[in-house]
C-alpha cells in the first residue's frame, strides 16, 4: 500500500494505471482539470479497492497552485511514495505551425507544466530520501519529425529533464522513471486509423506497473519500441530531413 | 487487437460502418459525427447476426464507459456504465459475496448489451432474464435529453430497452440487484442421459431443486438415441471446508483464420462421441469454479474463428411447452438427415417468468441453440427448414442470434415491434432492424 499521487488522472492511460494501484490498496490523492470527470474517476477507483480516494481540480496551465496542490496532497495522504504524472494534450501540428499562441500553449502544458511540478516534487522527494517519480513522456520526444515536431520537441524536453532530474535524486535514493508511449488507443488519439501497431491502456498499464516495480529509468511501452527507435534514432539526418515521417 | 472490433461474434454478415468512442457518461453523444446518417450502440461484439452491426451507418462504441459507480456489499445492489463486462462484474464481486443474478455464456458482454439483448442463462427457470433484475438505468437520446428509466419512472422506455436491441438510445449506466453467493463454485452434477424423453424427465425434475440447468446434445445421435447427451445441474456452493478445486489460469487463444471452417463432418463426429463418452460413469458429481461451469468456451480466446472467415450461424429458437417436446425432435430429426452437424447444440427448458421487456425472446417452454459454418445457400435454405418447424409450433428466433430470419416470422412472433417505434431514437438504426421491418 503507497501513498499515490497522479496528476492528469482522468487520462485513460492514467486511469488504467490508477486501476491497478487502487487493486493493490493504494491511497490516491487525483488531480485533473475537470471536475465531474476526476468524480467519476474518483468513484470508481474507490470501489476497485484504493484504501482511500481523495481529489483536487487543476488547470496545469495554472502554474501558481501547482505547490499549493502538491502541498495538499502531501498532507492529506501523509507523505508521498509514488507520483505518475499523465497529463498532456496532443495539439494539431499544422494549427501549431500557422499559430505561436497554441505552439505555445501545447508547450505550457505538456513541457512546462511537467516541468513546475517536478521541480517542486523532486525538492519534496529529495528530502524525503526515498519514492518515485513516474512521468509519461512520448517516443514522440525521441527525434523531431515534421508530422508533431512541436509535440514532439515538448516531450523530448521532459525526457532530458528527467534525465538530469534522476541523475541528481539517484543519489538520494529516488528512482525517476520516464515512459515512452507509442501509440496508444485513448481519446487523445481517437482521430486516428488504428492499426497493429496500437496499444490498449490497460496493457500499457499493467506493464508500466512493473517498471515502477522494477525501478526502471527509461522504458518504451510497448517494449519493442525499443527497437523501432533504435533505428529512427540511427539514421543519418542527412536522410532523415528527406523522409515523410 | 487482432482483426476488426466491429463485427458481430458469426463475423456473418460482413458490413461498411464507422465508430466512436464514447468515454464519459455526462459528456453528451456526439451526434453531430452522424450528420444525416444513423448511429447504433455497440457494446462488446457478442450477439451474432446483426443486432450490434449497423451497415452504412455509424457505431457509438460503449465499450470505454467502464466506469464502476457504486457498490453496497451488504444489499447487493451494483451500478455501474453500460460498458463494464460481466466479467469485470465478477471480478469485483464473486469475492465479496455476489454474483450475477443472471448470466449468459459469455462473460465477455457487456452490462448495456445484457440489458439490451435482455440475456438469459441456465437460471432462467428460476430468475428468468437479466433485464428483470436491473432495478433502473440511464438512457442518453439523440436530442440531448437523458431518461431515467425503472419499473416506476419512465416505465414504458425502461420496457422497450430491456430487450430493445439499442434502439431507444444508449444506455450510460445500470444498476443491478446481484444474487448472494458463499464463495466462487457450483455444486455440479453431470448426468449423461439416452434419449429426449430422458431430457425431459431429468429437466422437469430438475428444475424445482436446481438454480442451474442445462443439457449438451450429440446432435449425431438419431433414431432410439435422438436427443442423447450430457444433463448439467448445479446450484451456487455451500460453505466448505477444505481445498477448493483449482481453476486453470490457462487461456487459449484461436490464432488464424483457417482457409476452411475446421468444423466438418468429421471433427464433428469424433467431438461429439468423445465429449458424450468423457465420463467413464453415467453420473458425476462435484465442485466446480463459476467461469468452467458457466463459461466453457471463454476460455479459448476468439473460438468463433474456428469456423473461418465465412462466419457462421446460430440458430435458437423458443418453443412453447405444448409443442416443445414435438417441436424440437423434429428439429433434431433434421439436423440428422441434412448430415449437418452442429457442433454445440444446447436444449433448456425456460420457465415461465414474464420479462418486462417489450421483444424480450423467452418464452415458457424449451430452447434450443445450434450452430453451423456458413455454407452458403445450403445452410440458409436448412435454417429456413428449422424455421418451418419453430412457426408451426407457434415459436420464435431469438433476434441476439439472428442474421437471417424473415420479416413475417419476426412480426408475426413478436407482435409489440409496433410499438418500438414510439420508444425509438430518431436518429437511431441497425442492419437487423431494418431487415426484419423495412421490407414489411
Known amino acids: ?245 | 487487437m487482432v482483426g476488426n472490433r466491429y463485427q458481430s461474434w458469426g463475423r456473418y454478415p460482413k458490413v461498411n460502418q464507422e465508430a466512436r468512442n464514447l468515454y464519459w457518461r455526462d459528456d453528451p453523444l456526439p451526434v453531430e459525427a452522424v450528420a444525416d446518417k444513423t448511429f447504433l450502440p455497440f457494446g462488446n461484439g457478442r450477439s451474432y447476426g446483426d443486432v450490434c452491426l449497423n451497415d452504412g451507418g455509424m457505431l457509438f462504441d460503449c465499450r470505454h464507459l467502464d466506469h464502476f459507480i457504486h457498490f453496497d456489499a451488504n444489499t447487493g445492489v451494483f451500478r455501474c456504465e453500460a460498458g463494464v463486462l460481466l466479467s469485470e462484474v465478477l471480478q469485483l464481486t464473486v469475492a465479496k459475496g455476489w454474483f450475477l443474478p443472471v448470466t449468459p455464456g459469455t462473460q465477455f458482454v457487456t452490462v448495456g448489451g445484457a440489458i439490451a439483448n435482455d440475456v438469459h442463462g441456465k437460471n432462467h427457470h428460476k430468475a428468468g432474464t437479466f433485464g428483470q433484475h436491473v432495478r433502473c438505468f440511464e438512457l442518453l437520446r439523440s436530442d440531448g435529453s437523458r431518461i431515467f428509466c425503472s419499473p416506476n419512472d419512465n416505465n414504458k422506455f425502461y420496457k422497450a430497452t430491456i430487450g430493445g436491441l439499442g434502439l431507444t438510445g444508449v444506455i450510460a449506466w445500470a444498476e443491478i440487484q446481484l444474487q448472494p453467493v458463499h464463495n466462487a463454485f457450483i455444486d455440479q452434477e453431470i448426468i449423461r442421459y439416452k434419449n429426449l424423453d430422458e431430457f425431459f424427465a431429468l429437466a422437469r425434475g430438475s428444475d424445482e431443486t436446481f438454480e442451474h440447468t442445462v443439457a449438451w446434445i450429440d446432435c449425431l445421435a438419431k433414431g432410439k438415441q435422438l436427443g442423447r447427451g450430457l444433463f448439467i445441474r448445479g446450484n451456487y456452493a455451500d460453505v466448505f471446508e477444505g481445498k477448493a478445486p483449482t481453476l486453470s489460469k490457462m487461456r487459449l487463444i484461436f490464432p488464424v483464420d483457417p482457409p476452411f471452417a475446421l468444423i466438418n463432418g468429421l471433427t464433428l463426429k469424433l467431438f461429439n462421441t468423445l465429449y458424450y463418452r468423457k465420463q467413464w460413469t453415467d453420473r458425476v458429481k462435484g465442485l466446480v469454479h463459476y467461469q468452467p461451469f458457466f463459461y466453457p468456451l471463454d476460455a479459448i480466446h476468439a473460438w468463433n474463428r474456428i469456423y473461418g472467415s465465412k462466419g457462421f450461424f446460430q440458430y435458437q429458437c423458443a418453443i412453447p411447452t405444448d409443442e416443445m417436446e414435438g417441436a424440437i425432435r423434429e428439429l433434431l430429426e433434421r439436423i440428422g438427415e441434412a448430415g449437418i452437424g452442429s457442433f454445440l447444440a444446447v436444449l433448456k427448458l425456460f420457465g415461465d417468468r414474464p420479462s418486462p421487456g417489450l421483444l424480450s425472446f423467452p418464452m415458457p417452454g424449451a430452447t434450443l441453440a445450434l450452430d453451423f459454418p456458413n455454407n452458403g445457400e445450403k445452410t440458409l435454405r436448412l435454417l429456413d427448414q428449422f424455421d418451418e418447424v419453430t412457426r408451426s409450433a407457434g415459436g420464435r428466433v431469438n433476434p441476439s442470434k439472428d442474421a437471417r430470419m424473415r420479416p413475417e416470422d419476426f412480426q408475426q412472433r413478436y407482435p409489440n415491434w409496433t410499438k418500438m417505434t414510439d420508444y425509438m431514437d430518431p436518429h437511431i438504426s441497425s442492419s437487423f432492424w431494418r431487415r426484419v421491418t423495412e421490407s414489411s
Open chain 1, 1 to 245: 500500500m503507497r501513498n499515490t499521487l497522479v496528476i492528469g488522472a482522468t487520462s485513460a492511460i492514467a486511469q488504467a494505471t490508477a486501476r491497478l494501484f487502487a487493486e493493490a490498496g493504494d491511497a490516491l490523492f487525483l488531480v485533473a482539470r475537470d471536475v465531474n470527470k476526476l468524480a467519476v474517476t474518483a468513484d470508481d477507483l474507490k470501489i476497485r479497492g484504493a484504501s482511500a480516494v481523495h481529489t483536487a481540480s487543476l488547470d496545469v496551465l495554472n502554474f501558481d497552485r501547482h505547490q499549493s496542490v502538491i502541498d495538499a496532497a502531501i498532507e492529506t495522504l501523509d507523505g508521498l511514495d509514488l507520483v505518475l504524472i499523465a497529463h498532456g494534450t496532443l495539439p494539431d501540428q499544422k494549427d501549431c505551425e500557422q499559430s505561436f499562441e497554441i505552439t505555445k500553449k501545447a508547450f505550457e502544458i505538456n513541457a512546462l507544466g511537467t516541468i513546475s511540478l517536478l521541480t517542486h516534487l523532486a525538492n519534496y522527494f529529495e528530502q524525503k530520501g526515498e519514492g518515485t517519480i513516474a512521468v509519461i513522456s512520448s517516443v514522440a520526444g525521441d527525434r523531431g519529425r515534421q508530422s508533431n515536431y512541436v509535440y514532439g520537441s515538448a516531450k523530448g524536453a521532459v525526457t532530458i529533464f528527467l534525465q538530469g532530474l534522476r541523475n541528481r535524486l539517484t543519489k538520494s535514493g529516488v528512482s525517476v522513471l520516464t515512459i515512452k508511449p507509442a501509440f496508444v488507443d485513448t481519446p487523445m488519439t481517437a482521430f486516428f486509423s488504428k492499426g497493429l501497431l496500437w496499444a490498449k491502456p490497460s496493457a500499457v498499464a499493467t506493464r508500466l506497473e512493473r517498471l515502477i516495480a522494477k525501478q526502471t529509468d527509461e522504458a518504451y511501452i510497448p517494449g519493442y519500441w525499443r527497437l523501432i527507435m533504435l533505428v529512427i534514432r540511427f539514421i543519418p539526418e542527412s536522410i532523415f530531413k528527406k523522409l515523410s515521417l
